[in-house]
């Protein structure tokens, strides 16, 4: 039995639920951040869709004419991050029951994986959250999906699954050598993949995304332990940290700081939805090449916001490759992808926008 909830278009019982599936039109031609895409529209299962990307990938497919249902356990999202417009199910990967119920009610054709846990750090520390999360909980989407025959499996997987790349830009045939239980647990699910491709025809296209940065007007990035660079120096600029710490400067590279590849969410929702069109498969890398520094990051910021942003400076972490960029032609070439935001003030511009307006992020 479906959870019981309060939120709108979330259902009581299964038998409610399979009466508000409302059929879809033939075909659609719509835009999604100004890209005109064709793809037939598609009862879409998006799980972590209350988390960071979920919740920007949930608005686009609505905008672009998909019915969404959003399932997450609310571990690290947030109620508020999901769009009005989806159909919300509270409940946990690990519910075996649940998982399988609320696919076939969903009526789902295509899942969108993106319930997972996600943070390097943690993952060196308790290896078997990320195990039991990541690859366990996810065995159960990936039965549920065969079971409901679903169409196309999108995966959230991450540059993480490389480890220290042998050479670079790196492309998708490079040796994955994760170096943290984090990419290893990517990368199992990765290989699952494989496996129910082959063995049970399961269509799938598996994303490696590079840094996830960035917002939408309505949806930003609000983890409980904020890892990633960009909130951690907005937070500073906002008055709410006194530094950024910068870790290692004696890196290889131009101004000694590490260099990432930035990649703005609403470009991966976009590589989400042109995944969707039948036929399309394999695993693809996101990215926009070229990488920024640490130093040259913190200077978009500055040049965004028109504050100076303090600094400290700290050792190098222990397996921080010097620098990760992306190869993605492949995800151009074969799904027709085209970042709008390659710029990092762009992006970090849009991630402003929304840190100033919701200064501590979500409410709950
Ligand atoms: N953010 C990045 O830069 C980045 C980079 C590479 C890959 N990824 C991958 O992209 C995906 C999304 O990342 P994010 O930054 O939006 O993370 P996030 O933590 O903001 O979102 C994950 C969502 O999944 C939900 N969730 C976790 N475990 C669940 C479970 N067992 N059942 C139901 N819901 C569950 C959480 O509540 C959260 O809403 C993850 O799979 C992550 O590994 C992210």
């Given at each position: 039995m479906l959870p019981k909830s309060g939120s709108a278009g979330k259902p009581g019982?299964?038998?409610?639920w399979k009466a508000m599936v409302a059929p879809l039109p033939q075909t659609i031609h719509f835009h999604t951040s100004g890209r005109l895409i064709k793809v037939a529209p598609m009862n879409v299962f998006v799980t972590g869709g209350a988390g960071y990307i979920g919740s920007v990938c949930v608005e686009e497919l609505l905008n672009a004419g998909h019915q969404v249902t959003v399932f997450d356990n609310l571990s690290e999202g947030h109620r508020a991050a999901v769009d009005p417009r989806a159909r919300f199910i509270e409940g946990c990967l690990s519910?075996?029951?649940?998982?399988?119920e609320s696919l076939a009610c969903s009526k789902a054709e295509a899942i969108i994986h993106f319930a997972a846990n996600a943070i390097v750090s943690e993952s060196m520390t308790n290896p078997s959250k990320y195990f039991r999360n990541n690859v366990a909980f996810g065995l159960n989407?990936?039965?549920?999906?065969?079971e409901c025959r679903v169409r196309k499996f999108v995966f959230s997987s991450t540059c993480a699954t490389y480890g220290m790349p042998e050479r670079l830009p790196i492309t998708e045939d490079l040796p994955q050598q994760p170096i943290n239980?984090?990419?290893?647990?990517?990368?199992?699910f990765e290989k699952m993949l494989k496996w129910y491709r082959q063995i049970h025809g399961l269509e799938f296209v598996g994303f490696r995304y590079f840094n996830a940065a960035g917002a939408s007007a309505r949806f930003g990035e609000h983890h409980k332990i904020e890892s990633h660079i960009i909130p951690n120096i907005l937070q500073v600029?906002?008055?709410?940290?006194?530094?950024?710490d910068i870790f290692g400067t004696d890196y290889p590279t131009p101004d000694g700081t590490c260099i990432r590849d930035y990649i703005h969410i609403i470009d991966l929702a976009a590589a989400h939805i042109q995944a969707l069109?039948?036929?399309k498969q394999g695993f693809f890398n996101l990215g926009n090449g070229g990488g920024?520094?640490?130093?040259?990051?913190?200077?978009?910021?500055?040049?965004v916001t028109g504050k100076k942003i303090a600094t400290v400076e700290k050792p190098r972490r222990p397996g921080d490759p010097p620098r990760l960029v992306a190869a993605a032609q492949q995800a151009r070439n074969v799904l027709g992808w085209n970042p709008s935001y390659p710029k990092l003030e762009d992006i970090v511009a849009t991630a402003w926008?929304?840190?100033?307006?919701?200064p501590t992020g979500y409410a709950d």
């Open positions: 019982n299964a038998h409610i519910d075996r029951a649940l998982v399988q989407l990936l039965d549920a999906a065969v239980p984090y990419g290893e647990s990517k990368l199992m600029v906002l008055g709410q940290k006194t530094h950024v069109v039948p036929g920024y520094s640490v130093r040259q990051v913190i200077q978009a910021c500055e040049k926008k929304w840190h100033s307006t919701h």
